[in-house]
């Protein structure tokens, strides 16, 4: 069974830094694409990042680039989503899912990111 | 990377069929064949419906389907069930390993 597991969300002041962690299991995660999307309170899901099998190509929605940054450790089977420069609108439930070329196939129950003084 | 167009809320009774469009552009929607539709319970991951416009994941029954013509896709439920009420996103392939999501849509099983 597919599992991820999202971690390390909580309350950051603007500005602050974060760093999400997804554990993923059940699957052979070397061979998936995987990325995040996020759902801002009251709003719709937004695709956020990708990354590449290898980690070689990362892509991000214009309103995050140059302050996140998309990695994986395919030896530990683990996605993270580094956050920078954090704004209040950064604040949501960030979803880690498996795919990202074309669609999003299995999805973690999300960790919220308040962003707030 | 404008978001898809999609209404804000659908309804129909148990055992109908209602459909959800989604609009994008000739960049997202008309341009490719990679369409993806989600559903959404509240406080539970998002499950996965169809993909590549018309296919359907295993364990997703036949009463859903998609389609598209031009720059919008749809969603049909057919023989609605008191489960089905969620909200639902479309998705689209945007070109450049880019995705764009829909602004949802909340169905309603009156």
């Known amino acids: 069974e597919v599992q991820l597991v999202e971690s390390g969300g909580g309350l950051v002041q603007p500005g602050g830094s974060l760093r999400l962690s997804c554990a993923a299991s059940?699957?052979?995660?070397?061979?998936?694409?995987m990325s995040w999307v996020r759902q801002a309170p009251g709003k719709a899901l937004e695709w956020v990042a990708n990354i590449k099998l290898d980690g070689s190509e990362k892509y991000y929605v214009d309103s995050v680039k140059g302050r996140f940054t998309i990695s994986r450790d395919n030896a530990e089977n683990s996605l993270f989503l580094h956050m920078n420069s954090l704004r209040a609108e950064d604040t949501a439930v960030y979803y880690c899912?498996?795919?990202?070329?074309?669609?999003?196939?299995?999805w973690g129950q999300g960790s919220l990111v308040t962003v707030s003084s | 990377q404008s978001a898809l167009t999609q209404p804000r809320s659908v309804s129909g009774s148990p055992g109908q069929s209602v459909t959800i469009s989604c609009t994008g552009t000739s960049s997202d929607v008309g341009g490719y064949n990679y369409v993806s539709w989600y559903q959404l319970h509240p406080g539970k991951a998002p499950r996965f419906m169809i993909y590549d416009v018309t296919k359907r994941p295993s364990g997703v029954p036949d009463r859903f389907s998609g389609s598209k013509s031009g720059n919008t896709a749809s969603l049909t439920i057919s023989g609605l069930q008191a489960e089905d009420e969620a909200d639902y996103y479309c998705c689209s392939y945007a070109g450049s390993y880019t995705l764009v999501f829909g602004g949802g849509t909340k169905l309603t099983v009156l």
């Open positions: 059940g699957f052979s995660f070397s061979t998936y694409w």
């Open positions: 899912a498996r795919g990202g070329s074309r669609f999003f196939d299995s």
